[in-house]
């Protein structure tokens, strides 16, 4: 019974390693390497080819290797499976640690003062007057964000496709919730999953109703983000400016507009990177778990689209 990995080949080395340490005895095919198709019960796969994963007649389960399935669900052959993701405490806490950086960075000056100095200007400017934080998405990784920067005192709201109860957090939910946030959101966070309904959700309509001056940052996807709208209130001043760390197509290519705007800050798809180890460790929980016919660890609702 085997366990194949269609992976970038660097992340293919060292989930190799990572399982090996941990499980010596799997039997690990590493994509176009799949050996007899017909041992393969379990999958693990980052932007695998489209189509990929129809040959494998004896499939059981598929992987995604991170938080993200929607690479695997755009996939017009991917076979029905059920389908999990690689989720865990210390990525959530790395995205939330993330999101608060930026956030703090922004309100205290910070990228502005780094400017000044490779120009030799000494320009103290006070902390911006910045003290809410609206949040979309509150899975996992969204409610890990939201509790700490509740903990870090700002005013913190999120919003979701079904309703949630945190701590010191308001929630909302559905369309009318949606529009309830943004009016208060200084700093608006996405960190929604990516599904036909939330494809270009951040939008001339959503920018809107932010309070003039806001701060965008997304986490989530570029396919969330409609570039055009997204400009234009950059450069009406209705954006303050934004931190993108993920993109419609990545690496970003050199050309593209965003490396050279002054109010934009991009890195380079690094707010949760997935831990080798951390992964292993549930992937091979789940394949065991699989062999023995146990309900699946971290499993996504096929059609939530999370």
């Given at each position: 019974?085997?366990?194949?990995?269609?992976?970038?080949?660097?992340?293919?080395r060292?989930?190799?390693?990572?399982?090996?340490?941990?499980?010596?005895?799997?039997?690990?095919?590493?994509?176009?390497?799949?050996?007899?198709?017909k041992?393969?019960?379990?999958?693990?796969?980052?932007?695998?080819?489209?189509?990929?994963?129809?040959?494998?007649t004896?499939l059981?389960?598929?992987?995604?290797?991170?938080?993200?399935?929607?690479?695997?669900?755009?996939?017009?052959?991917?076979?029905?499976?059920?389908?999990?993701?690689?989720?865990?405490?210390?990525?959530?806490?790395?995205i939330?640690?993330?999101?608060?950086?930026v956030?703090?960075?922004?309100?205290?000056?910070?990228?502005?003062?780094?400017?000044?100095?490779?120009?030799?200007?000494?320009?103290?400017?006070?902390?911006?007057?910045?003290?809410?934080?609206?949040?979309?998405?509150?899975?996992?990784l969204g409610?890990?964000?939201?509790?700490?920067?509740?903990?870090?005192?700002?005013?913190?709201?999120?919003?979701?496709?079904?309703?949630?109860?945190?701590?010191?957090?308001?929630?909302?939910?559905?369309?009318?919730?949606?529009?309830?946030?943004?009016?208060?959101?200084?700093?608006?966070?996405?960190?929604?999953?990516?599904?036909?309904?939330?494809?270009?959700?951040?939008?001339?309509?959503?920018?809107?109703?932010?309070?003039?001056?806001?701060?965008l940052?997304?986490?989530?996807?570029?396919?969330?983000?409609?570039?055009?709208?997204?400009?234009?209130?950059?450069?009406?001043?209705?954006?303050?400016?934004?931190?993108?760390?993920?993109?419609?197509?990545?690496?970003?290519?050199?050309?593209?507009?965003?490396?050279?705007?002054?109010?934009?800050?991009?890195?380079?798809?690094?707010?949760?990177?997935?831990?080798?180890?951390?992964?292993?460790?549930?992937?091979?929980?789940?394949?065991?778990?699989?062999?023995?016919?146990?309900?699946?660890?971290?499993?996504?609702?096929?059609?939530?689209?999370?």
């Open positions: 019974m085997a366990l194949l990995l269609i992976l970038p080949p660097k992340r293919a060292y989930l190799v390693d990572s399982l090996r340490r941990f499980n010596p005895d799997l039997d690990i095919r590493v994509w176009p390497k799949t050996g007899e198709k041992d393969i019960r379990f999958a693990v796969t980052w932007n695998h080819p489209p189509g990929s994963l129809s040959g494998l004896r059981k389960a598929v992987s995604s290797f991170g938080a993200g399935v929607d690479h695997l669900l755009r996939d017009p052959q991917l076979p029905d499976v059920p389908i999990t993701r690689v989720i865990y405490d210390d990525l959530s806490d790395e939330a640690e993330f999101v608060t950086a956030i703090l960075n922004h309100k205290r000056n910070l990228f502005h003062h780094f400017q000044e100095q490779k120009s030799g200007r000494w320009s103290p400017l006070a902390r911006k007057p910045m003290h809410s934080v609206g949040i979309l998405g509150l899975g996992t409610k890990s964000a939201a509790r700490r920067l509740a903990a870090a005192g700002f005013n913190v709201s999120g919003w979701s496709r079904t309703q949630h109860a945190i701590p010191n957090v308001a929630c909302y939910s559905g369309e009318d919730g949606l529009y309830k946030l943004l009016p208060h959101a200084h700093f608006l966070v996405c960190m929604l999953p990516l599904t036909p309904k939330t494809v270009g959700i951040l939008n001339t309509r959503v920018f809107e109703q932010l309070p003039d001056g806001a701060y940052i997304n986490t989530g996807r570029g396919q969330h983000l409609a570039e055009a709208d997204f400009l234009a209130a950059l450069d009406s001043g209705k954006l303050e400016g934004a931190c993108l760390d993920v993109f419609e197509q990545e690496p970003l290519p050199a050309d593209h507009p965003y490396w050279n705007h002054p109010k934009i800050f991009i890195t380079p798809h690094i707010a949760g990177i997935t831990d080798p180890d951390s992964a292993a460790v549930q992937i091979a929980k789940n394949y065991h778990r699989l062999m023995k016919g146990l309900p699946l660890i971290n499993r996504i609702n096929r059609q939530a689209g999370y």
